[in-house]
């Protein structure tokens, strides 16, 4: 088979480097590639929104560690706000190869990792692989755009066995499939490519379909054969950990787990899932240490919430239950100052405080005072009710902004109508 030809000139490069010195070198490499269209940035928040309003054909992301807003953290939310279109291609570049860096940039899916700093070559290596593979791609990645996902499939197949890219392709197919729920079709697609190849990423989808089909006994054995050939393979501790709970072994499932956090501690889902199920095992001090992770994490990070707060006040009401009563004094007061930190982190929240009442009318429900329990709770749902009229009141009041915008816009000027796309979105931002 002729090796397909590749073109730089056509292609659109967002490149996102902090690095002056860098960037610039990079840009060098990229002209002596033939790419003729791109567009340097340094790393910051406005990147998202340019990813968000302009199609690239290849992003290059640089991580620096010592960076305000890390690589990293763009990589996360790009993924989080489900701004990686498929027909653009990712290419993480990182000046720190740690394993807790790689590992946690994997969790975000980028299309190739490249560790800074690198030749010309194998820059060529990884975006000639990008290229190649979005050109065979090219009519699945646009239907996954559009939400098409039935044709995705029918495009799958129009992709010849002898395609260098058949086996990805595959697997592509067999994910297909699954988000379609269909996952006897893929787990069978899936089995087959995999006693060829024995790819890893092809293992956990095999996993992901035998779980969808409530075979979590087939799942863990297949997660830990994975994992014995593959230590590092993340994922596959945070599916086995699943599986184990699908089979109502929570123990192995809280020790799969912590594993998974040991060896990539970075990712607040991750924490999260090990707190929740460490509290249910009654291991209130693991459950603990994996909220107050979320919490440091979160003060940079898409995943920043009230959750962590809240979970970590609920293991002090769990651990006033079998207190002395001194000790419990000093959970309670603990308890206190955990939601008002939250609070004070989240001061425009008003779901937070509805939920601060009610975890507050439990404390005071397993200490015996009954009266204190239901006032806090009657006043939690006259908060909640009070927060849904005030929806449903912001609802018509945007639609009727959108309705009057829309009469507006039509009797603008191109540049009058720009200035007010301009200011409906300062309103909704507000």
């Known amino acids: 088979m002729n090796p397909r ?38 790393v910051s928040e406005r990147v998202l929104e340019l990813i968000q309003q302009e199609n690239f054909d290849i992003i290059l992301l640089g991580h620096n560690a010592s960076d305000k807003i890390t690589g990293i953290q763009l990589l996360e939310e790009a993924r989080y706000r489900n701004f990686m279109r498929p027909t653009s291609g990712w290419i993480f570049m990182t000046s720190d190869s740690s394993q807790q860096v790689i590992l946690h940039a994997i969790d975000s899916n980028p299309d190739y990792l490249l560790t800074k700093p690198f030749t010309v070559e194998e820059l060529k290596n990884r975006i ?17 755009e559009q939400g098409d996902l039935e044709a995705a499939v029918q495009a799958c197949d129009a992709i010849s066995v002898i395609d260098p890219s058949y086996d990805f392709t595959q697997r592509y197919k067999g994910r297909l499939l699954l988000s379609l729920n269909k996952a006897s079709e893929a787990l069978a697609i899936l089995q087959e490519r995999f006693w060829q190849t024995a790819d890893k990423d092809t293992g ?16 863990i054995q297949q997660l830990q054969e994975l994992i014995e050939s593959h230590p590092l393979l993340v994922p596959a501790l945070d599916l086995l950990a699943q599986a184990y709970e699908m089979h109502g072994d929570m123990e192995l499932a809280r020790d799969a787990l912590q594993e998974a956090s040991r060896k990539s501690p ?8 090990l707190g929740r199920i460490a509290t249910q095992t009654k291991a209130l001090g693991l459950a603990e240490g994996a909220y107050k992770r979320s919490i440091v994490l979160g003060r940079s990070s898409c995943y920043r919430s009230p959750e962590p707060y809240l979970r970590l006040a609920n293991i002090r009401r769990l651990e006033m239950q079998d207190a002395s009563e001194e000790r419990r004094i000093e959970l309670h007061n603990d308890l206190d100052a955990i939601l008002n930190h939250a609070e004070f982190s989240f001061p425009k929240d008003e779901q937070l405080r509805v939920k601060m009442l009610l975890v507050k009318s439990q404390v005071y429900a397993d200490l015996g005072k009954q009266v204190k329990s239901d006032g806090l709770r009657r006043e939690a749902e006259k908060r909640n009710a009070q927060l849904s009229a005030l929806s449903i009141y912001s609802a018509k ?9 829309r009469c507006w816009r039509t009797q603008l000027s ?5 200035r007010a796309c301009l200011m409906m979105k300062h309103l909704v931002i507000k």
């Not at 956990?204 to 799942?219: G, H």
């Not at 191109?414 to 720009?418: E, G, L, T, V």
């Open 414 to 418: 191109r540049h009058k109508r720009k």
């Open 128 to 144: 000639d692989a990008l290229i190649v593979r979005k050109q065979v791609l090219l009519h699945v990645d646009q239907a996954v």
């Open 266 to 273: 970075l990712g607040i889902p991750r924490q999260m899932e």
């Open 204 to 219: 956990l989808l095999i996993a992901q379909a035998l779980l969808a089909l409530k075979q979590p006994e087939e799942a």
């Open 5 to 42: 030809r590749i073109t730089y000139s056509d292609k659109h490069v967002l490149l996102i480097e902090s690095s002056g010195n860098m960037r610039a070198t990079i840009v060098q490499m990229l002209r002596q590639l033939g790419v003729v269209n791109i567009k340097p940035v340094t």
């Open 397 to 405: 009041h945007w639609y009727c902004l959108a309705t009057r915008y």
